[in-house]
């Protein structure tokens, strides 16, 4: 039950990325979604460690690639104040 639990919450966390995306202030946005970015992308590097199945390492390597792209994109967010 906690290995379900942990993942449960793993996933949850990028589905509310979607409406949280949408409510929070714009400063806070970028930041969140620049952190968990990142975060999320070295968990799934690090899944990588020992895995032998070709389909994983393209799903993983499509994965990051996606969240790399949202951190770049967070970070050149205009008319955010400081």
Not at 6 to 16: A, D, E, M
Request: hydrophobic share 60%; net charge neutral.
């Amino acid at each position: 039950q906690i290995f379900l639990l942990t993942t449960t919450i793993y996933i949850l966390l990028q589905s509310l990325m979607v409406y949280l995306s949408l409510v929070l202030p714009a400063k806070i946005n970028q930041w969140t979604n620049i952190i968990l970015a990142v975060l999320y992308a070295i968990s799934i590097a690090a899944s990588c460690i020992g895995e032998t199945w070709y389909f994983y390492f393209l799903g993983s390597f499509v994965e990051v690639v996606l969240l790399l792209v949202i951190v770049r994109h967070a970070w050149g967010w205009r008319g955010v104040t400081d």
